[in-house]
């Protein structure tokens, strides 16, 4: 039988849990509906919930901290302290951290056996040389369209159905997020946001062959880029920070766009020496990489076979 909240009752929780006291009866935890709270044993919203909780708090405390604390310094401050936080990585006592982060972070043996260290040594020496890993072997695929990076689709949709965001009380839509390049950008364009975790392979590559039209870098903030963070808006990280826009021609005749956004602790964005306005690219041929961690933003006029919340690896099927 459920139990209808009497005028006494009082939340306790969030969400759909809530306490009742009805009565001054022992009190009921449930599931609250409109007309009743049907009652749920103690240990099973523990279980089922806790996790809940635990994640909503976190969520609350990073964006208050991305926002309003860290959000509110300068972007030079910003950036100094990025800057120095990205440097200790360069120090060889950080290789120790390898292992126990690896292992953490469940990255297997045969998942870490396609990388080297960029120098082409046996071993890594540093955690930053780890972080921009290369292939032993280059990627090879026959698909015409690719995913250019390595991480967790956090947004995904057509152009022109995507919401606008509110940055700082200024109301932005997604193709801000591209600069000048992206003003054209049709709104039957595909948009993707896939954010890099520390543990992913941190380089860009194309998605498609294809032939540099432009490259613009955007000054701007290194807010946090987590994407539980802006549960509503996962993207407003890519339309604050700092990064690098390219616009790409395919053999279609079609552009597509990339913006390599910075993060907190991205000493920088380094762009291939032979990438530049001209240059000519196959699918999967290496564009840039990112000292510590970023995300990469797409528009193109291919759909995906993806769904947001998938997790996507360079050089699969876009």
């Not at 935890?29 to 049907?38: N, P, Q």
């Not at 290789?95 to 126990?100: E, G, Q, S």
């Not at 509503?232 to 395919?250: F, G």
Request: proline share 6%; net charge positive.
């Amino acid at each position: 039988m459920g139990t209808s909240p009497g005028a006494g009752a009082r939340v306790l929780g969030f969400l759909n849990i809530e306490m009742y006291i009805v009565d001054h009866q022992q009190p009921v935890i449930g599931l609250k509906t409109s007309s009743r709270v049907i009652p749920l044993p103690l240990h099973h919203v523990y279980r089922k919930n806790i996790s809940i909780i635990n994640s909503y708090l976190n969520m609350v405390l990073y964006r208050f901290i991305s926002l309003h604390i860290w959000g509110q310094l300068p972007a030079l401050w910003q950036k100094m302290i990025s800057s120095v936080y990205a440097r200790v990585y360069n120090h060889a006592f950080t290789r120790f951290i390898i292992k126990p982060y690896c292992r953490f972070n469940g990255l297997t043996k045969e998942y870490l056996s396609q990388f080297q260290s960029e120098s082409g040594n046996a071993n890594y020496s540093s955690f930053q040389d780890f972080f921009t890993r290369v292939y032993k072997k280059g990627p090879i695929t026959d698909e015409p369209y690719i995913w250019p990076c390595e991480g967790l689709l956090c947004d995904y949709g057509r152009v022109d159905e995507l919401p606008a965001i509110n940055v700082k009380g200024d109301i932005r839509l997604i193709h801000h997020i591209f600069g000048n390049l992206g003003k054209d950008i049709p709104g039957h364009y595909f948009f993707s946001n896939v954010f890099l975790h520390n543990n992913n392979y941190h380089r860009i590559h194309s998605p498609v062959n294809c032939i540099v039209e432009k490259i613009e870098r955007i000054p701007g903030e290194l807010i946090l880029l987590r994407p539980w963070v802006y549960k509503k808006d996962p993207s407003l990280p890519a339309l604050r920070n700092e990064r690098v826009n390219l616009q790409l021609t395919d053999d279609l005749g079609r552009p597509w766009h990339l913006s390599i956004v910075g993060g907190p602790a991205v000493g920088t964005i380094v762009l291939d020496l032979q990438i530049k306005p001209g240059a000519s690219m196959n699918v999967a041929d290496e564009i840039g990489k990112f000292l510590l961690g970023s995300t990469c933003c797409m528009a193109s006029p291919e759909s995906t076979v993806r769904q947001k919340g998938d997790q996507v690896f360079m050089g699969l099927k876009y």
